[in-house]
């Protein structure tokens, strides 16, 4: 599906985050494997990310995040209907990271099932909401993003071990005909013919867990960078441009970019198509890294906490991610 065009009513009223103590700066990586500080800034923009410690999960980063955004809301945890998890990284393939994050909550009537769009988790996951609500299936939705990225990172391979990090973000999605956290209008796609340039290989049922896949580690995270690199700057352009549209908006209209966090320099680019300039763009992946569906997440609360935004104006969020999947909303403040 390609996406809706604004259906009406439905709001984000909260937003809330958890990020993980133990920061690994650039310069620890540099004990780790052959990289510098100067390689991964000049190239990535990331100088710091957050590791979560060993015992933490997906679940337990999830249910902090969507417990603070709860919060946010003034939204008790038994009011939810709905609880959708973005992960790349679950506790266990089964059941749901969702059912989990729903445990540990306490939300006893909330439905909670987990999607599987990569790093566009958090665009994908307010429309999901924006559906649920427009349908009539719930008032109240938890959409939480969350990744313990370091668990499927292969620290050895220097391509990808200094791109990534640990963190979880989650909005509440609740019918109301206020403006303010109003979705404008979502822009979902796809492209599974490019899996293999962002995927593991193996511990699915394709190529299930056994010792060869221990010894070559293809059970960890692999990707072609400069292939992924074109593909997120054309996608995240096309998903911009997309739910500006579907909004009824021009460019113009739009007072700041918060996208997906995965490496400056697409960053740069997406803000460049956008026509919006840097200083109205949020940026957070020098603290953070690449937290998956986590980064949009994150940078939105971040975005709203801070001031960065102010209330009443326009933001266009977007993202793209391994599936491949791309994704963005125009959100009122
Ligand atoms: N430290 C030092 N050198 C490194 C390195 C590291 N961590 N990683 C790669 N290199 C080296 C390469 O081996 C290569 O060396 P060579 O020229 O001797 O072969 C050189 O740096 C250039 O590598 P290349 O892959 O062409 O660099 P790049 O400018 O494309 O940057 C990425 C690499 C990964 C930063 C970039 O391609 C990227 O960001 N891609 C998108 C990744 C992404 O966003 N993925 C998630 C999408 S949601």
Redesign the pocket.
């Known amino acids: 599906m390609s996406g809706t065009t604004g259906v009406p009513l439905a709001r984000i009223t909260g937003t809330g985050r958890y990020l993980p103590e133990q920061i690994m700066s650039n310069a620890d ?1 540099e004990k780790l ?4 500080d100067e ?2 800034r000049t ?2 923009g990331i100088r710091e990310r957050r590791i979560a410690p060993v015992g933490v999960t997906a679940a337990d980063m999830g249910a902090e995040a969507g417990r603070r955004a709860l919060r946010d809301a003034g939204v008790d945890a038994a009011d939810v209907d709905m609880i959708i998890v973005s992960t790349a990284t679950p506790d266990r393939l089964l059941p749901s990271t969702a059912c989990d994050v729903q445990a540990l909550l306490g939300s006893p009537r909330a439905g909670a099932y987990d999607f599987s769009t ?2 566009s988790g958090f665009p994908y996951g307010l429309s999901i909401a924006q559906g649920h609500i427009a349908a009539g299936h719930a008032e109240t939705v938890l959409v939480v993003c969350t990744e313990k990225m370091s668990s499927i990172v292969d620290w050895t391979d ?6 990534f990090g640990d963190g979880a973000g989650a909005a509440v999605v609740q019918r109301g005909a206020e403006s303010s956290g109003r979705i404008l209008s979502s822009f979902m796609k796809s492209d599974g013919t490019l899996a293999e340039l ?1 995927y593991r290989p193996a511990g699915g049922v394709r190529i299930p867990i056994d010792s060869t896949v221990l010894e070559t580690r293809t059970h960890t995270l692999k ?1 072609a ?2 292939e ?2 074109k593909s ?1 700057v054309r996608s995240m352009c096309e998903a911009a441009e997309g739910a500006i549209h579907r909004a009824g908006l021009k460019p113009e209209q739009i007072d700041y970019l918060i996208p ?1 966090q ?2 400056l ?2 960053i740069e680019a997406t803000a460049r198509y956008a026509g919006v300039p840097m200083e109205k763009v949020f940026v957070n992946v020098d603290r953070y890294g ?1 937290m ?1 569906s986590a980064s949009l997440a994150v940078a939105f609360d971040e975005a709203r906490e801070s001031g960065f935004v102010t209330p009443g104006s326009l933001a266009l969020l977007v993202a ?3 599936g491949f999947t791309w994704a963005a909303n125009v959100v009122q403040l």
């Open positions: 990586l494997v052959e990289t510098s390689w991964i190239r990535t990569a790093c220097r391509t990808t071990c200094v791109l962002l990707m960078g400069p992924v690199f997120a997906h995965a490496n320099r697409i690449n998956s793209f991610g391994a």
